[in-house]
């Protein structure tokens, strides 16, 4: 069984399209690609909704990779039934191939090579380039705070 990212409903042909996808992604479809949302029902896809347990667990596992800053809440709902399956997650979005490494479920890419390895995330200073001590990077875009050196705030990058 596998559930299927935003990427493969919009790059994999038709016929190939077949596993579990949240309903929030055809929303998101019809805003990339109106043409392309409206094919999905010659899809042989199982449109689901995660529970709120597999949600929650969800965003634990992106909290404790350093991902869930990075996170749409699509893709919490897509990890979330991947989790909830214990399905194969097929998308290229590495922060969500992260996630499966860290919660140990299989992942597998659309057109990318996909990550070989986990990902850790630290705090940069974007004025002096400082590197930050905290070890929590889950937080939102935006709120890792400012810099105690120079007071520009932080961003996140891969180590």
């Not at 634990?60 to 869930?68: M, N, W, Y």
Request: proline content about 4%; charged content about 20%.
């Amino acid at each position: 069984m596998r559930v299927l990212d935003t990427a493969a409903l919009l790059h994999w042909p038709l016929p190939q399209l077949s596993g579990c996808v949240v309903f929030s992604q055809r929303e998101e479809l019809a805003n990339l690609s109106s043409d392309r949302e409206m094919l999905l029902d010659g899809a042989d896809l199982q449109w689901s909704t995660p529970s709120a347990n597999s949600l929650e667990r969800a965003s634990k596992v992106a909290a404790k990779s350093g991902d869930l800053g990075g996170l749409s809440p699509v893709d919490l709902e897509i990890l979330a039934l991947a989790l909830e399956l214990e399905a194969t997650l097929v998308t290229d979005d590495y922060r969500l191939q992260n996630c499966c490494l860290v919660a140990g479920i299989k992942h597998q890419p659309v057109l990318t090579d996909g990550i070989s390895e986990r990902w850790q995330w630290q705090l940069v200073c974007s004025g002096c380039g400082a590197i930050s001590n905290e070890q929590n990077v889950s937080k939102k875009r935006g709120e890792y705070g400012n810099c105690g050196d120079c007071g520009s705030p932080y961003n996140i990058r891969k180590k």
